[in-house]
């Protein structure tokens, strides 16, 4: 079907250029009077492109196509335009025709621009020479047609080997000119046929064209074989100079007819110093071997030869093995170099001899077979190795050979007959021979024959070694670098190993389904390996791999990568949801407990799940997928397993960019502290703030939701807590004295659990306190009960130096935790902060008694009481009603930085619904800040929603 459409652009691509070619003919150009000679051309060159033969790709451009003598008619007898067109219609033919195998559009068109370029420059080499268009005046015309002849095969030459592999970004062939060159008799060749044509032509004697027809046609079956064995040769040439083995061959003078590259390389000798010479004399070092010799014998009884020649070298002496085989009318001699080879057999051979010296000299077991009676000497320390009586004595062969394994008793007859046949010089066989205790040791048995006349054997006898343990040791040894030695599974690098095979096989379609990778990390194995001990923690491990092994179906493959990490390579699976159950199998298998040392240990499992894809470059990109899942699989709650998607890359590597910059930030102290006024509800002033840190990467304002879990996390909490802390004291006591009636009580710093933690925590507020020249009774610490309860007592014994210190202390967020009402009340806790969640239910209908609740456990407690998140006046009202004294919120005041916050404080004015709270001019001009107040109820804009109040509550903690 393919063959049809190409046919028939060919076909109408024809019936175009000759309609074209008749118009212009009617149309006066190039001759009036020969239009259908022209139009006749404008076919020939299409057929002779189309019908010609397909050149191969080996073959190089110095030969000639046949279409190239129609161009030399067009041009000597219509000139240089009209044999363009003739060319370029025959270029564009044959482009057509192999446009579906090897000429793409752009390929086509180089080509054409070629023929056209090459079909000018002959022509304007022809009239510059004054050549004549159609009449020939002999011989003067044979200087221009010659002209013209070079400069078409120089221009098409250059342009085919030079230009077009450039446009193509091809390799360009810089010996062109000796193409070039090359091609010029075949051209010239061409051009005379064109001078012909364009004779029977001119003078109209058709009926030569039936004669001579025979004649051309026989003359191109003639040209199509000369190709064709160019192209032969070619390729023979490019088979012989890409063996790896040297190869020559001889004549059966002794000359040298061939020398390969790879032979230069062997023996040194360059191929232009060895062709038409004899070996001896191009290779002078090879007189002094056997090989002239062995040469001349094959030569003379056409049989082959082997030999190896010892040749001195800049190296070293090089061994080389020569094949000499006869062939027609000379040999070919193949070498190889086997130096690296011979050496290394020679240290074989020789590292052999020394274990067979060592174990001659040991106390092996020592026998001797008469072959002729058939009696059989067994040492007392043979027999003792098969475990009977260690007395000598003489029995049958049969004593021997019946214990022998079955499966090696057919290769011990062999070796036998093989040594008493003269084949080998000595017997040398390892075998496996029954014990009394039932069991197969291995055994090393040798010996040697003697011999009688006619070279008969007549006994054989020799030693018998135990190589039990050694064949042990060698099987550890050599798989002691494939297997984990606690675990007995494959180590990483198998794995790894064949996950890639199995990915290539997955590229190459070879490998049936679908595959994935499994990561396992086993949960909490660090507390069992702490609290019970090392060897509990292997023995756990150990258990684990089997039961790993009990999940694997027939071809999945199961590998411990070190630590309490394990890898499962899933063959043949259909979906996601086959991995996704052999995943949820694995779970249940490890949920049952395993008893190790006297008592029971529960473990589980987080596992990543990535799937083989044709993306995947090397198996290290699935495992890196995986892993990654199986992470994800730990930071969502462990003894899960996760599937690997492309969105968990980009969200591993945002978290390590966040990750590396909030470290920078730390170090360089790159973060602000804001300040939230807290008010009195009863007169709306401002009397304290609560310090909140505040953080910009690269011009973005992170919300502290996302950055301080990670700082707590990454252990850089301690010191930006430190960093918060000195900011706010330092920052307070500036305001108490530079605003003596601004009314300020106290500062609120928060404080984390990892800060209560520190062993010093207490002398570094004591510190902060005192640099900034605050007294310890208006800082205010405020405390999480999660951070409380996390140890209890150790936190009130903290509380209650702080206390004694003077600091007071605020109970954050509360409601939210789960501190018990039996330790609250023995902690020292100086007022509750009621969590935004509670203010927002006084605003709802059928509202929760919560709040009433808390105030009533404060003054149980004898402690103040703080709101947050006020946002609406009718909650403030209500919590002045429920004899709530202070408050904060977005109802009195954003979070303001320090030079807002200075301004509130200088306009000294109640703060809520009939007072509007000062802009931050900082942020909003850049200049000094100019608070402005008003009568008017302040409205905060609409967009406040509850995104807003969780970034509020997160800064709090």
Not at 383 to 401: F, H, N, T, Y
Not at 460 to 480: K, M, N
Not at 616 to 631: F, G, K, V
Request: aromatic residues 8%; negative net charge.
């Amino acid at each position: 079907m393919r063959t049809l459409p190409r046919h028939s652009r060919v076909v109408a691509f024809a019936a175009l250029a000759i309609g074209a070619g008749m118009l212009l003919g009617y149309a006066g150009w190039p001759q009036p009077h020969r239009t259908l000679e022209f139009s006749g051309l404008i076919l020939a060159a299409i057929l002779t492109s189309t019908l010609a033969i397909r050149q191969s790709t080996t073959v190089d451009r110095a030969t000639m196509p046949p279409s190239s003598v129609i161009d030399f008619t067009s041009l000597l007898l219509f000139g240089a335009d009209a044999a363009t067109l003739v060319a370029t219609a025959g270029t564009i033919a044959h482009g057509l025709r192999d446009s579906e195998r090897s000429h793409p559009p752009l390929r086509m068109l180089l080509n054409a621009a070629t023929v056209m370029a090459a079909t000018q420059a002959a022509g304007f080499a022809h009239r510059a020479l004054g050549g004549t268009i159609g009449h020939f005046v002999w011989p003067w015309q044979g200087v221009p047609i010659a002209a013209a002849v070079v400069a078409y095969c120089f221009v098409k030459i250059a342009a085919a080997e030079v230009i077009v592999p450039l446009f193509m970004r091809q390799p360009v062939n810089r010996s062109w000119p000796k193409s070039a060159l090359r091609a010029c008799p075949d051209y010239f060749i061409g051009a005379s046929l064109g001078v012909g044509l364009v004779e029977i032509i001119d003078h109209r004697m058709w009926e030569v064209l039936p004669a001579a027809a025979v004649p051309l046609y026989f003359a191109y079956q003639a040209y199509c074989g000369y190709v064709n064995r160019l192209e032969g040769e070619h390729r023979v040439r490019e088979v012989i100079e890409s063996l790896d083995q040297g190869m020559c061959v001889v004549d059966s003078n002794g000359h040298v007819t061939l020398w390969n590259e790879a032979l230069e390389r062997i023996v040194g000798c360059p191929c232009e110093r060895t062709l038409g010479r004899s070996l001896v004399a191009a290779v002078p070092v090879l007189g002094k071997t056997d090989l002239p010799r062995a040469i001349s014998d094959v030569l003379t009884n056409r049989s082959p030869r082997t030999l190896h020649l010892g040749l001195p070298s800049a190296e070293g002496a090089r061994i080389l093995q020569v094949k000499v085989l006869p062939v027609t009318g000379g040999v070919t001699l193949l070498w190889h170099d086997v130096t690296e080879r011979t050496h290394a057999e020679r240290a074989l051979k020789r590292s052999e001899e020394r274990f067979a010296l060592a174990a001659e000299g040991a106390t092996d077991g020592l026998w001797e077979w008469d072959l002729r009676s058939q009696e059989f000497y067994f040492s007392g320390r043979w027999r003792a190795m098969i475990g009977l009586p260690a007395d000598a004595c003489i029995g049958r062969p049969e004593a021997w050979m019946d214990r022998v394994h079955p499966d090696d008793i057919a290769k011990l007859r062999e070796a036998l007959e093989a040594h008493l046949s003269g084949t080998t010089d000595h017997f040398h066989h390892e075998h496996r021979i029954r014990h009394e205790d039932g069991t197969y040791r291995r055994f090393l048995c040798r010996g040697v024959a003697v011999r009688g006349t006619g070279r008969r054997p007549s006994r054989i006898a020799g030693s018998l070694t135990d190589t039990t343990e050694r064949a042990i040791a060698q099987e550890r040894l050599r798989t002691a670098g494939f297997l984990d030695p606690l675990t007995g599974l494959s180590n990483r690098a198998v794995f790894v190993e064949g996950l890639g095979r199995r990915l290539e096989e997955f590229k190459e379609r070879r490998g049936g389904g679908r595959f994935a990778a499994l990561y396992l990390d086993l949960d909490r194995f660090k507390v069992v390996n702490d609290s019970l001990g090392h060897l509990v923690g292997d023995e756990l491990l150990t258990a684990v791999s089997r039961r790993l092994e009990s999940c694997l179906r027939q071809g999945d493959a199961l590998a411990r990568l070190g630590g309490d990490e394990f890898a499962i390579l899933l063959n043949g699976l259909g979906d996601e949801h086959q991995a996704n159950a052999i995943a949820f199998r694995i779970q249940e298998t490890l949920s049952a407990p395993f008893s190790i040392g006297g008592r029971e240990v529960f473990i589980s499992a987080s596992i990543g799940i990535a799937f083989g894809l044709a993306q995947h470059t090397n198996p290290d990109q699935i495992m890196h997928d995986a892993d990654t899942a199986m992470y994800h699989a730990k930071a969502r709650g462990k003894a899960r397993h996760e599937l690997f998607d492309a969105d968990m890359n980009a969200r591993v590597r945002d978290r390590l960019g966040l990750e590396n910059d909030l470290r920078h930030a730390v170090n360089s102290n790159d973060f602000e502290v804001h300040y939230q006024p807290i008010v009195s509800l009863a007169s709306g002033m401002c009397v304290g703030f609560e310090s909140l840190v505040r953080w910009t990467r690269n011009g973005e304002v992170i919300s502290p939701v996302t950055f301080i879990p990670i700082a707590e996390e990454l252990g850089l909490i301690e010191a930006l807590g430190t960093w918060v802390l000195q900011q706010a004291c330092t920052t307070f006591a500036d305001w108490q004295r530079r605003f003596p009636d601004g009314g300020l009580d106290y500062i609120t710093v928060n404080v984390s659990s990892r800060q209560l933690m520190q062993q010093n925590f207490l002398s570094i507020v004591e510190q902060a306190v005192h640099q900034a020249g605050l007294k310890p009774c208006d800082l205010r610490l405020e405390i999480t009960e999660t951070a409380l309860m996390d140890s209890p007592n150790v936190a009130a014994e903290l509380l209650r130096d702080l206390r004694d210190f003077g600091v007071k202390i605020y109970l954050d967020d509360f409601g939210t935790g789960y501190s018990s009402l039996s330790h609250l009340h023995k902690l020292p806790v100086d007022a509750l902060k009621i969590d935004r969640s509670f203010v927002r239910s006084l605003l709802l209908p059928d509202r929760p008694a919560i709040v009433e609740s808390i105030m009533a456990l404060a003054r149980t407690l004898n402690t103040s009481v703080v709101a947050e998140g006020i946002e609406d006046d009718v909650q403030a009202r209500e919590l002045e009603r429920l004899g709530c004294t202070h408050a904060q919120g977005y109802l009195f005041s954003r979070p303001l930085s320090a030079r807002t916050a200075e301004a509130l404080l200088m306009a000294n004015q109640p703060l809520g619904p009939r007072h509007v709270q000062p802009q931050d001019p900082v942020a909003a001009t850049g200049n000094d800040p100019e608070p402005y107040y008003s009568s008017a109820r302040f409205q905060w804009p609409e967009d406040i929603d509850v995104r807003h109040a969780a970034v509020q509550d997160a800064t709090q903690r």
